[in-house]
């Protein structure tokens, strides 16, 4: 892919509430600019043109993906429609940021992949944690030996949302559940540090919509390395992560996917508190490093790779076959 040497212009596909939260963080990213709005409706492409500053609001997606000036789109529909949204617009030339889950199950993942692929075209899961200056830094003391060797990771992500049936997260037509929504941070945490599971075991209450209401995930890694994880709808958790190494440990607080802080606690040593704050929701680390990668010509971004979307779609599919949890959608 040639480098694209200009500032770039994205797309935004749908409009709801994390891709209102995007078009804010844009603002906050070198060399960018928001070109073109999507949406199901005219009215909710407009008004979301009006409150973002856009200048063409489109009234399907397909006009979007036909847009010859938008270079990327990103794709913030529900679980459900990332598979079918990514293949248009990858279909239609353009690059991709998708919302996570990357997709419903690793088929669909595959077949995303090998679209871009065969197009020459840039893709990647939106896992903003990767990114996140403070989750940067762990991984970089981690590398560097700082707690010896990772032998245990605990993560968790639950909050307490009201219970409706008709909601994202509740809704079995739009693939809702704890797991896909939730788990999918812890677990994705885990890989970072720990890499891909050999052996994986997990336990969900599936709730009276018929979605993980709860669920928690044991992972076992290549030399005996421990995971464990859970994520919750009804129940709210710590939302706070731990990395056990041989010669110490890292504690990071309430919503560690996010963190601007963490406590290293290395033996025989005073904890070393490490702060690294950062305005704003977040999600402007994510879009730089699509800009970056698009700047310089790369398909793939080397923080979030697709392999590990695969992996991490692969593991999901574990776990939900475990529970016998399939998606009628997925029948379709
Ligand atoms: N990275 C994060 O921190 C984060 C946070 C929240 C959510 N997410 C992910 O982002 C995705 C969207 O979440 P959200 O909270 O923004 O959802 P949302 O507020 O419900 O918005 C989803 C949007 O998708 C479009 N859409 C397309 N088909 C739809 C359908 N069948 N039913 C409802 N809406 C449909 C709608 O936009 P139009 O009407 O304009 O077409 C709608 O506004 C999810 O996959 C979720 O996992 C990520």
Same mark, same amino acid.
């Given at each position: ?94 690059? %991709? ?5 990357? +997709? *419903?199950?690793?088929? =669909? ?5 090998? &679209? @871009? ?66 788990? %999918? ?5 885990? +890989? *970072?540090?720990?890499? =891909? ?5 997990? &336990? @969900? ?78 999600? =402007? ?48």
């Amino acid at each position: 892919m040639q480098p694209i040497n200009r500032p770039i212009r994205w797309g935004i596909l749908s409009t709801g509430a994390i891709a209102a939260a995007f078009a804010t963080a844009l603002r906050q990213v070198t060399d960018a600019t928001l070109l073109a709005v999507g949406s199901r409706s005219q009215a909710s492409a407009d008004g979301f043109a009006q409150i973002h500053n856009v200048d063409r609001a489109y009234a399907s997606y397909v006009e979007l993906a036909a847009d010859p000036d938008v270079d990327v789109v990103y794709i913030a529909s529900p679980h459900t429609a990332h598979f079918e949204n990514t293949m248009l617009c990858l279909g239609a030339g353009k690059h %991709v940021l998708c919302e996570k889950p990357f +997709a *419903l199950n690793s088929t =669909q993942t595959e077949q995303m992949v090998a &679209l @871009a692929k065969h197009n020459g075209l840039f893709l990647m899961e939106a896992m903003w944690m990767r990114f996140i200056p403070l989750i940067v830094e762990l991984k970089r003391r981690i590398d560097a030996g700082d707690i010896g060797q990772v032998r245990m990771v605990q993560a968790d992500f639950g909050f307490r949302a009201p219970l409706n049936p008709n909601s994202r997260l509740f809704n079995p037509e739009l693939a809702g559940g704890a797991l896909l929504d939730l788990g %999918v941070y812890p677990l994705a945490f885990s +890989a *970072l540090l720990l890499g =891909q599971p050999t052996e994986i075991t997990s &336990l @969900a209450d599936i709730g009276r919509t018929g979605v993980d209401e709860q669920s928690a995930y044991v992972l076992k890694h290549k030399d005996g390395e421990l995971s464990t994880l859970a994520s919750a709808l009804r129940t709210q958790t710590s939302m706070s992560a731990w990395v056990y190494g041989t010669q110490g440990r890292i504690h990071l607080p309430k919503q560690f996917w996010r963190a601007k802080e963490m406590v290293l606690y290395r033996n025989d040593m005073e904890p070393e508190p490490i702060h690294l704050p950062y305005e704003g929701s977040g999600y =402007q680390f994510e879009a730089q490093e699509v800009v970056d990668c698009l700047r310089s010509g790369q398909t793939e971004s080397k923080v979030m790779p697709l392999g590990d979307s695969v992996s991490l779609m692969n593991t999901m599919d574990t776990i939900r076959r475990q529970w016998g949890l399939t998606f009628s959608i997925e029948a379709e």
